[in-house]
């Protein structure tokens, strides 16, 4: 899975609560994080991924995954739906 595959996507959630609420309830098959996104705040959503055998895809910039998920502003983290 590649971030160009992320704006294609009906049901994505955008953020770290919206993130780890969708893996917690078995709805994300696929996080991506951004690679400058602050760690301490990121680091409770990639462990519970990773518990949850959920694939993760690392992006450069916390702005350049804003830009995929269609907001004005960078976020952290975005999953995809099942």
């Known amino acids: 899975m590649q971030l160009c595959d992320l704006a294609k996507h009906s049901k994505i959630n955008v953020g770290v609560k919206q993130s780890t609420k969708a893996i917690a ?4 098959s696929v996080l991506f994080v951004a690679n400058d996104a602050d760690q301490n705040i990121i680091k409770k959503v990639i462990d519970l991924a990773v518990e949850r055998s959920i694939e993760i895809v690392y992006v ?3 702005k350049e995954l804003g830009r995929a998920c269609n907001i ?3 976020a952290a983290t975005a999953v995809i739906e099942k």
């Open 72 to 74: 004005d502003v960078g």
């Open 60 to 62: 450069d910039t916390m």
């Open 25 to 28: 309830t078995d709805r994300a």
